[in-house]
């Protein structure tokens, strides 16, 4: 057994090598069926309802496809370039931001007049940092995102691959779980599970939440007047799956830009600080209890800490695989744990004896292989053609 657990380890070790080398050599060419693959297990259990409501498995396939076409060229028509747009303002806007922020902190700080302040020449300095560093990054990311993800990817590669791997899905499944080694199918199984699990509570779950909770915040933010009101809900909702950051983070922002469009009618600023109140409410007591659960086993440094190490090694795709691989190696962590905590190892005497005296005796009983051992050596001395000294030495 100790030999089929080495070799285990050795073929799994052999097959995670081989995986990473391939997602380092191959990234871009992996990126579509990756992201295919993706969209094709998030969708899978809006796939088998369907079945269950009597749809086939292509017909269930075809009406999820055609949904989500509809989705697609609605966002790409209405919402992304009002994204872009109100990104490209707010950048823009931060010197005149920042000269308002002076205005006001010169009325309360008369001694911040001079010019050789360090604090005046600090507040312009951010502003101007924030204009320029804040260009670079928004066309970084729009060109970044159109070299990686072409129209190709997404008009063609991405559709047919999310297409065929959900239609194929279960029976995929079910074929890979017929390879499974027989002695260790039982164990697989079950961290499968485990890791299913928690890819469903974390990344459909939390994905669930981000995107409802991102759109409530802008389309409230944009019914409240607010500026820049969607690309700010479009900011928190994106970092939500951080527990309290992407509300921290987006009601600062959004307060903050309240203050200075809607200085001194507080009702407004108000209205601003509610929305993110609901919002964390909402978040805290309807969508993750119900979407995400209340424990994972994903903590959210552990997920940070994946994805910039996949993302800084193997680049774009390395962030998709990023949770995957988390959660696969928090549930192997947690099951080598409880295998440690079970072991002679970790309990000892103390341990064997807390069981009772019989768990006791039987675990320092002689093994039944060491007495064959001896029978088999007793055997081999007891043939006549046996080499050792004779009756006379």
């Known amino acids: 057994m100790a030999l089929a657990t080495k070799d285990q380890i050795r073929y799994w070790g052999i097959a995670a090598a081989v995986f990473l080398v391939l997602l380092w050599l191959l990234g871009n060419v992996l990126l579509p069926f990756i992201v295919g693959g993706a969209i094709a297990y998030f969708l899978d259990p809006v796939a088998d309802r369907l079945e269950r409501m009597g749809l086939s498995r292509v017909a269930a396939t075809s009406v999820i496809s055609l949904i989500a076409l509809l ?104 074929r890979i779980d017929s390879m499974l080694p027989l002695d260790h199918a039982p164990t697989i199984r079950r961290l499968a599970r485990e890791i299913d699990a928690v890819l469903a509570g974390f990344v459909r779950g939390q994905v669930s939440v981000c995107i409802t909770l991102g759109t409530f915040y802008a389309v409230a933010l944009m019914a409240a007047g607010l500026q820049f009101g969607v690309i700010v809900g479009a900011i928190a909702g994106a970092i939500t799956f951080i527990p309290y950051v992407g509300s921290i983070v987006g009601g600062v922002l959004a307060i903050g830009l309240a203050l200075f469009q809607f200085w001194g009618d507080w009702v407004q600023i108000g209205l601003i600080a509610a929305i993110f109140a609901i919002g964390q409410f909402v978040e805290g007591n309807i969508l993750t209890p119900r979407l995400v659960g209340k424990s994972v086993g994903l903590h959210p440094v552990w997920l940070l800490f994946a994805l910039s190490a996949f993302g800084t090694i193997f680049g774009f795709v390395g962030m998709l695989v990023a949770v995957p691989v988390a959660a696969s190696i928090g549930v192997l962590t947690r099951f080598a744990i409880e295998q440690y905590r079970a072991s002679l190892l970790y309990q000892g005497r103390a341990g064997l004896e807390a069981q009772g005296p019989s768990f006791t005796a039987a675990a320092e009983a002689p093994k039944p292989r060491r007495k064959q051992k001896a029978g088999a050596a007793a055997a081999d001395a007891a043939r006549p053609d046996a080499v050792g000294p004779g009756p006379g030495a």
């Open 71 to 174: 989705l697609v060229v609605l966002m790409v028509l209405a919402v992304i370039p009002t994204l872009v747009n109100q990104l490209k303002a707010l950048v823009n806007a931060a010197p005149d931001i920042s000269r308002q922020l002076q205005d006001f902190l010169l009325q309360r700080f008369p001694d911040l007049a001079d010019s050789t302040s360090t604090i005046r020449q600090t507040l312009a300095e951010i502003g101007l940092a924030i204009q320029a560093r804040g260009a670079e990054l928004a066309q970084g990311i729009l060109s970044s995102a159109l070299g990686v993800i072409s129209v190709v990817l997404f008009i063609v590669v991405v559709p047919v691959v999310a297409f065929y791997l959900l239609l194929d899905w279960d029976e995929m499944v079910a």
